[in-house]
């Protein structure tokens, strides 16, 4: 399954009592106010961080102009918010504008049916290609970012690297030498968390731009049936994860630990390195004073040194229903052009602390974050990111975290786990129609 989407378990409550909320879920009509102007209704995940930024787009888009006004509704974040957005599509009820994942959930709404196309706006030029390919069907784009990117890769303390006269490898050989040498100065050289299962996916799942720079077209024939993962060079990502198990180079705590244990144990440098998403910066910045500036990021290197580049997790967009039409479709499209500029980038930026790169070209971060942070922005200004594959395919299965937890633990083989995860996303592919399964 993929990793948690921005519907956390989190659900900030008492963030709705502060916000305007539209009274029901779409638009009522199609025109403007009797004094001109027209009102838009924006549906936003219930998030702490999703409302954050939320609200900050909307009050500087408000503050900017008054021929639009937008208010935000909240909505449930996972299965709930998820059925309800996919209702309020289907009976053409859904608010004029709404927030929502990119890549294969976002294919699963079937955009061109039940959404506008944003192709030939202007806006769309300045959005960051590795988004743009994401909220994409065929030709045509529908989608804004919403928030920053993140990466999958290694969190690594610096001060053990440097003290160790260790340097950022970019192929696998290359960390597994570097893993040798932290074992010997008796530090764990991998971090891994099973009691959080979902954090055991991270070697196979951020080795997907090895995969994809090796076979560019492997994520279109996996959607047909006609690439596997117990096949070279997907398994590649089942068999690192199962190499750093064999070598003995993960904490004893492995099967037992948690997320937060896991990154305790990176900031204090008992650890060196924990594969994991940038998004859960947040996380470790506060449990050390020096935390937020030794915590480091690499991507997950593969076999090729040239290739050597990060696999990204694209931001959700906002998307316009084909149910917005009329002087409310103009109205959307002005939002989104501020919403695609860097006056949006600006307020959020003032509201909350990015966590990744925009996906706005000529938005920059600012001054003062996080090392990680900043390491992930340079593999997007450099363009040297791809799209994870969940982006890409609408393929996935349900029990990717049980299997790598075995894979992980030893008690399965990579050739063994990759073979389960196959059969499971055939499953999940056949419930979706997919051709050739």
Known sequence: MPLPRKAHAFIALGLTAAIALTACGGGSDNGENADGT??????VDVGEQSMNI?????????????????????????????????????????????????????????????????????????????????????????????????????????????????????????????????????????????????????????????????????AEKFTANQAKFAEPPAISGFERLQAVHDAGYLNKDFASATQSQGMQHLV?????????????????????????ENIGFFAQPGDDESTFGLTAWTPAGIYVPKSTEGAKLDAAKKFLTFAASTKACDAVSKATTPNGPFMIKDCKLPEGLPTAVTDLDKYFTDGNASPALEFLSPVKGPNLEKITVEVGSGIATAAEGAARYDEDVKKQAQQLGLKGW
């Open 38 to 43: 027209v009102n838009l209704s924006l549906l």
């Open 54 to 218: 939320g609200n900050a787009i909307v009050e500087a888009f408000n503050a900017s102009q008054s021929d639009v006004k937008v208010q935000i509704e909240s909505r449930p974040g996972g299965t709930d918010g998820d059925n309800l957005v996919k209702t309020r599509l289907a009976t053409g009820e859904m608010n004029d504008l709404f927030m929502y994942n990119s890549g294969s959930l976002f294919a699963a709404l079937d955009p061109g049916k039940n959404l506008v196309p944003l192709t030939s706006e202007p806006f769309m030029s300045g959005l960051d290609e590795t988004f743009k390919t994401s909220t994409s069907v065929g030709s045509d784009f529908y989608g804004v970012p919403f928030e920053q990117a993140m990466g999958g890769g290694i969190l690594y303390n610096k001060k053990v690297f440097a003290d160790l006269g260790l340097e950022v490898p970019k192929t696998w050989d290359k960390f597994m030498e570097n893993n040798a040498k932290i074992k010997a100065a008796g530090i764990d050289p991998v971090i891994q968390t099973y009691a959080d299962t979902w954090t055991s996916q991270l070697l196979v799942l951020a080795d997907f731009h090895n995969v994809a720079a090796e076979q560019p077209d492997w």
């Open 268 to 292: 204090d440098g008992t650890g060196a390195q924990y594969p994991m998403l940038t998004s859960t910066v947040s996380s470790y910045v506060d449990l050390a004073d020096d935390a937020a």
